[in-house]
């Protein structure tokens, strides 16, 4: 059974330029978790969607943003990048429904520095 | 939302138990406790959860205190591969997990 998929997996961007970045999810997967990772603040919860839609967001400005397709599969947006935003980006998927148990299986990520 | 406080670091000799504490005074009735560990930037990987009881697999054990306002994951025979950040997790609604700063565990020959 295939892992979730994150792509690409490495990209470098500059200032005011606009990110989008996918995630396949396990199959049968349909919650799908984003969130960013860096040095100074760890892992932070960016959003969660449940069958197309977004159930939770973290405390991130509105250039963060995201959407998740009929097969389960999300993207993530950044637009007008900021240096602040280079942070390695991870996707995670979950079979969870309405309950509050259950693992997250996560991607390998995607690493985005932004010049 | 509940929050968790770890050590930063702790260091563990090689085959021996390593013993990794978490505070999580806020937790709620119905809020689980997770941990995962992350290597070298590589995505998390689930180790346990619980609620109230104690939980042991393959990989670890998991104590939760009675009043459920800490926990302590037990790796009962630390490898060289153990070496990691440990994330004490407690699971809001929705699959939002406050991961926290983690410890990181130096497991030494």
């Known amino acids: 059974k295939a892992g979730v998929t994150q792509t690409p997996r490495y990209l470098i961007k500059t200032r005011g330029q606009q990110v989008t970045l996918s995630c396949s999810p396990i199959?049968?997967?349909?919650?799908v978790s984003w969130y960013q990772q860096t040095p100074g603040q760890g892992l932070q919860f960016l959003f969660e969607?449940?069958?197309?839609?977004?159930?939770n967001k973290g405390n991130f400005p509105g250039r963060f943003s995201g959407r998740q397709f009929s097969n389960s599969r999300s993207e993530m947006n950044v637009s007008t990048l900021e240096l602040g935003d280079s942070a390695l980006y991870l996707c995670?998927?979950?079979?969870?429904?309405?309950?509050?148990?259950?693992?997250?299986?996560f991607g390998e990520g995607s690493r985005l520095t932004v010049l | 939302d509940a929050k968790t406080t770890q050590p930063t670091s702790m260091d563990c000799a090689e085959g021996r138990a390593a013993n990794l504490p978490c505070n999580h005074s806020t937790i709620s009735g119905n809020e689980y406790v997770y941990w995962y560990r992350q290597i070298h930037s590589q995505g998390p990987q689930y180790i346990i959860h619980?609620?109230?009881n104690n939980e042991t697999n393959e990989m670890a054990s998991l104590i939760i205190t009675e009043d459920r306002k800490s926990s302590t994951l037990i790796l009962p025979h630390a490898t060289l591969r153990d070496t990691a950040v440990y994330y004490c997790i407690v699971r809001a609604r929705f699959n939002k997990f406050y991961f926290g700063s983690g410890t990181k565990l130096n497991v030494k020959p």
């Open positions: 619980g609620l109230k």
């Open positions: 199959s049968g997967h349909r919650s």
């Open positions: 969607y449940f069958s197309e839609t977004q159930r």
């Open positions: 995670a998927s979950s079979t969870t429904g309405l309950s509050n148990t259950g693992e997250l299986f």
